[in-house]
């Protein structure tokens, strides 16, 4: 295949499987000016299948660094209305939302961390509605991605300009899949396995997961009625899509209190385009009580005191040290590739879709059930080749799921 021929491809895997858009829905795109060709290929491939009405939300670096370097100090405790009824709009219409990804990693070095915070915190509470149909599978929402020059450089600095698109290009079209022809069968067979995987760990029923490695010892107890699930999701509708493209993923909730000892992540953090790596993190019943990095401490400090629930745990995902990503031994700095080339924690708020009807439940009735509500969720990764990972049974027995950083079942 020739590289339009793959573009063509990965925009109708998104499509017809990312999104599964349906017959006369509506469909909005968030991505930045980097991939105005590329979400153009998406537009078109979501009208053939069908969609109603195709909007596109694009940002520009230069204008988002100018906002964060220049507006007043009021501007950062305010967010768009326009925007969050942009999104309670979809919702309504049982639309589709799909995040086309290119940011530059390094795109907000320098700026004021009170000013990254305070926007976080207003964009928060403003999209509280449309975070609680994303966070319930409401809606269909997908997150894939595509080269920007700035973020291949960070991810190819060895290699000259004119080819560090294309290698990052390449490296994306192999972890997702696609070079034959077959992507949308090969993912069908890939979301097989994975859904096989969570079923054998639902089976289980464990009790509590005690992890391992260079830098971490770590106990996590799950809730009552908590369910595994794989990169395959249902909307409102019982339609199927894929959130994350690439996912290699099968995740749960963990116990909102129940998390005990200390963790190091493996792979750097991007958070609100700055880089945070070489820390560790400290629990105590659940909660953040210690933290050191060798970089971006205090962003750190400042996003686990984003509301009361951003220093407790809300996802913990498997994912084998072997896994097409990790193996590329490449470091994307980007939470969507990076997070599945590893086994990982999410800080913040827990997907209520993890525990036997906890779905559309209120704040304190998904507290009741020992689950975390917060208006983050960032993910960060803590997997290696040497981490084993046992879980305690209901009847105390205790079973290897994870040797040397793979499955042992």
Not at 200 to 218: C, E, M, P
Not at 278 to 296: C, M, P
């Amino acid at each position: 295949m020739n590289f339009q021929q793959k573009l063509e491809e990965y925009a109708e895997l998104i499509v017809k499987v990312g999104l599964n858009i349906q017959k006369d829905q509506p469909l909005l795109i968030n991505t930045t000016t980097d991939t105005i060709e590329f979400t153009r290929l998406v537009v078109k491939k979501a009208y053939e299948a069908g969609a109603k009405r195709v909007d596109v939300n694009y940002t520009d670096e230069v204008n988002a660094r100018a906002f964060y370097d220049l507006a007043p100090e009021q501007a950062f405790h305010e967010f768009p209305k326009w925007a969050a009824m942009q999104r309670d709009e979809l919702i309504e219409n049982k639309g589709a939302l799909l995040w086309i990804d290119a940011d530059n990693p390094d795109l907000l070095e320098g700026v004021s961390i009170d000013r990254i915070t305070n926007f976080h915190k207003a964009s928060g509470k403003a999209l509280e509605n449309y975070r609680k149909a994303v966070m319930n599978d409401v809606i269909t929402w997908s997150i894939v991605a595509m080269p920007s020059p700035k973020w291949a450089a960070k991810v190819f600095p060895h290699l000259e300009e004119e080819y560090q698109m294309q290698a990052l290009w390449d490296l994306i079209f192999q972890v997702v899949r696609i070079g034959e022809g077959t992507a949308v069968q090969k993912w069908k067979e890939h979301i097989d396995h994975l859904e096989s995987r969570a079923a054998l760990l639902n089976a289980k029923r464990f009790k509590k997961l005690h992890y391992k490695a260079h830098g971490t010892d770590i106990q996590v107890e799950l809730p009552k009625g908590h369910i595994w699930l794989s990169g395959a999701s249902k909307n409102g509708q019982n339609v199927p899509f894929i959130a994350n493209m690439p996912t290699e993923e099968v995740y749960t909730a963990p116990l909102k209190t129940g998390v005990n000892g200390y963790v190091r992540n493996t792979k750097p953090l991007v958070y609100q385009g700055n880089i945070i790596d070489g820390f560790t993190l400290t629990f105590e019943n659940g909660a953040i009580t210690k933290v050191q990095a060798d970089s971006g401490e205090e962003l750190l400090q400042e996003l686990k005191q984003t509301d009361e629930g951003a220093k407790y745990l809300g996802e913990i995902a498997l994912v084998p040290h072997e896994s097409p990503i990790s193996a590329s031994n490449v470091l994307f700095f980007n939470t969507l590739f990076d997070e599945n080339a590893s086994n990982h924690f999410a800080i913040g708020e827990a997907y209520p879709t993890c525990v036997e009807g906890a779905r559309g439940l209120t704040k304190d009735e998904l507290e009741n059930l020992g689950l975390n509500t917060s208006i983050v969720h960032e993910d960060f990764m803590i997997g290696s080749a040497d981490m084993d990972i046992l879980g305690e049974l209901e009847d105390g027995k205790v079973e290897q799921i994870f040797r040397k950083g793979t499955w042992a079942f």
